[in-house]
């Protein structure tokens, strides 16, 4: 089974083509981190217009590379949400345009569901998993049961974890993207132990008997003390000590988070190794991915994070979640609509505050 793969959900432009053994054949990401840098952040209309710009040369590039022709392709998965909805349409109409002219499969991807599942590409988890899904617009803790079947435990009530990062990180004077410039800034830190006596930060919802997360303090917290800085360009020792001491605050947050969620799986859930999953753009931090896995081995979990470069924006994960759903005899009509939200459990409780992050 091979499977042609899109993704356009936000300021990558991504294609890919695998395989149903595992095997990724092509893998092409093309970051528009240059159109973005001068405005701080992604401007969805500038992001559309280059999805539309390059997608088709990727997708041309990505069946060369894997070197075969349409007509070797099981399917075509494009991510039709959740996401900018312009850029996220691009995508979508890309793969049903192909899987029309060729006559094959179309599966319509939930963005999140494909980094959830990027797991059993890259390391064949079984499930059931627990799941930390950590990224620009989402920090959720869910149990991931089958294919297409989540039960959300928790959620952040108002910012997600990456956008705490990046706007943390532009609190402290760092360039866009915010997220690896203040993990980086953090590693030139001399002593951390100093950092958080200088810097002392809050611990959201630290020892709550739920699994919700809350980061929007904790970003009002380092706003409080770069304003106490002396005025004009920060110090970078300065940075470097404030990023610190925020990374050790993301980190004892979300480790309290997931303890409390291993626990609960523990109990509901007899498997032989329970494991702990991490995924999205935030899983590629250092600093928390080594956090997550000292706590997997003090609680007996088996702790897996994707590479690197599957942890943000690709279309591997998206041709994989389609490789996934065919397996189940699953497909989508042409008349399917892109979804700027799609929660990945649609029956989870609100939570006030959550809104779309829910």
Known sequence: MLVLGIETSCDETAAAVVSGERRILSNLVLSQLDEHRVFGGVVPEIAARAHMDHLDTLIRAAMADAGIGFRDLSGIAAT?????IGGVMVGMMAGKAIAAAHDLPFIAVNHLEAHALTPRLTDNVA???LLLLVSGGHTQILVAEDVGVYRRWG????????????KAAKLMGLPYPGGPNLERAATSCTSAAQAQDRFPLPRPMLGRPDCDFSFSGLKTAVRNHADKLPAGALDPRDVAMLASSFEAAICDVVTDRCA???QRFGAAYRTETPTIVVSGGVAANTALRGALQNLATEQGFAFVAPPLKLCSDNAAMIAWAGIEHLRRGKSDGLDFAARPRWPLDPEAEPKRGAGVKA
């Open 80 to 84: 039709c949400g959740p996401g900018l």
């Open 155 to 166: 959620t952040t009530i108002d910012d997600a974890a990456g956008e705490c990062f990046d």
């Open 260 to 262: 409390r969620a291993m």
């Open 127 to 129: 499930f059931p998993y």
